[in-house]
């Protein structure tokens, strides 16, 4: 299983990103995928997670209304558009999958991560 996330960097409070997370070596559509990220000094987080086999989408309270999760089953890759960014979402996000898990932070593939800065 290799995950590998794409797409972060340096944005202003306000803006907006969108993360990818191109997955290979296993069935996209049986696992449940997702995003976790690490802020500067704190502990892993759970920010959002989706089904391969359906579209129902979860997130953390946080981010709800501003973070949006998405899959591309025939690119095999996972995405999550970030609007409205705070300077508290400043984080490595990671690309996370897993064949029983859906929320949490216990995830058994991860990808390398990808750092999001939101700062003026």
């Known amino acids: 299983v290799q995950l590998v996330e794409s797409g972060g960097g340096l944005v202003q409070p306000g803006g907006s990103l969108r993360l990818s997370c191109a997955a290979s070596g296993f069935t996209f559509g049986y696992y449940y995928i997702g995003w976790v990220r690490q802020a500067p000094g704190k502990g892993l987080e759970w920010v959002s997670s989706?089904?391969?086999?359906?579209?129902?989408?979860y997130y953390t309270d946080s981010v709800k209304g501003r973070f949006t999760i998405s899959k591309d089953h025939a690119k095999n890759t996972l995405y999550l558009q970030m609007n409205s960014l705070k300077p508290e979402d400043t984080a490595v996000y990671y690309c996370v999958a897993d064949p029983f898990i859906l929320v949490g932070t216990d995830w058994r593939f991860w990808g390398p991560g990808t750092q999001v800065t939101v700062s003026s």
């Open positions: 989706i089904y391969s086999g359906d579209s129902i989408p």
